[in-house]
Structure formats: C-alpha cells, structure tokens
C-alpha cells in the first residue's frame, strides 16, 4: 500500500459526497492514519460518523478564520500523532451572493471573506502545522479552473483560487530545503454541497461533460486517487505543481 502508517490531517470533509471523503477514502485504502477536523457542532455530528466509518484515529474542531484555532487544532494534533506525513486543505468559502450575477458587484466584506477563508487559511495550517510535518511531507490543497479562466457565476471565488495557486507556489519554495512538498490539485466541476452554492451549475458540468475529452465528469474517487498520487513516494519530485484531474477539459478550446 503506498500510504502504509502515514498519518493524514484532513481539513474540511463535509459529507460523504464531499472531495475531501474521497481523497480520505482513498488514503484509508492505501494504509493512512486518519484525523479529521470539523467547523463547529452541527458539522461534528457529520464528521464523526465519517471518521468512525473511515477508522480515523480522531476528530477535533478548528475554524480555519481564527489563527488561535488554528494553533489548537495544531497542538492537539501534535500530542496524538507527534507528526503529520500529510496535509490536506479542502476548505472554501464565498457568500452565496457573491457567486451569482457580476464580479464587479463583489462587496469589500465578501471579497476579504472568500480570500481568507478560502487562500489564507492554506498558510495559516501550514505555518502552525510546520513543526509536526514530517521530512518529506505532503500539502495537498483543492482549486479549479475558474482561476485561470472566467467561469460563469464563480467570480470571487475564482480569484480566491488564483491566490490559493499562487500560495502553493511560494510555499513550495518556502518548505522546500525541508523536503516538504505543496501541490494543488484542480479538478472538474463535481456535484458537491459546496458546488450547490454557485448558480447554475448545473449548465457548468453539462458544459463540461460534452466538450472534455474523457465526456464524463470527474468524480471524488478520482480526485481521492490524484491525491494518492501526490500524498505518496510517487511524486517525491513533484511540487509547486497544479495537478489537473479533469478528464483533459483543460486542454481543449472553449
């Protein structure tokens, strides 16, 4: 197994629909430890049974807004498993109205909101979690095409994933003498509770199904075998990386 008692922090499963439960479910067939963070008590009583299912060794809370949580989650973390091997970050967030109608209607308070929660908070895990990340080290994180390209309704929260790519970048170069790679992975468009938030995405996937090259969508089980991928030995020389799992959509003309 190519994870065999590596030990996986994951940052925001949802629900068993969600790209973090595939990337988790993947890592637990390739031999991971498991933990789990979860937002609050309404998404605990989700997470929970998630980690049992999975047989994660643990669950802790952490919102990802608050750099003292942060830093708890870290602690914790650190007196059960000593180390971590991988980190994975699969947060986002925007207001609902601001994924709908024009960029340019993107209010101050929700433009900070989508880059904090959904850029910074990579940084703010990987400095507090920069002590326990074992040599050789893996930080995945989830972004999309609508960085690169304008996709309909997705506005904010494509430049938040623009600002995500560039951070992976960076630190990449930052935990590099360390032997600790960053990489993102951007998949396509996937039915998800997160996806729900944007308008019309239904015409999105529909658009996505008939123009890439595979002529499906992508699903969380891809996804989770990508991030095998980057979690593992496989990629030791792999980092700084976008890591495109999306059925080739990318290579094609709009």
Partial sequence: MLLEGKKAAIFG???KHSIAYGISSAFRREGAKLCFSYLNDALKKRVEPICAELGGDFTFP???????DIARSAELVREQWGQVDVLVHSVAFA???DLKGRFLDTSREG????????AYSLVGLCRAFAPLLAPGASVICMTYYGSQKMIPNYNVMGVAKAALEASVRYLATDFGPEGIRVNAISAGPI????????SD???IGNMFEQRAPLRRLVTIEDVGNTAVYLASPLS???TGEVVYADNGFRTTAL
């Fill in 111 to 118: 433009f900070k909101l989508a880059l904090d929660i959904s």
């Fill in 236 to 238: 030791a020389a792999v």
């Fill in 191 to 198: 039915r998800t509770l997160a996806s729900s938030g944007i």
């Fill in 13 to 15: 499963v949802a629900n």
């Fill in 62 to 68: 952490c919102d990802v807004s608050s750099d003292d």
């Fill in 201 to 203: 995405f239904h015409q």
């Fill in 95 to 97: 207001a609902r109205d």
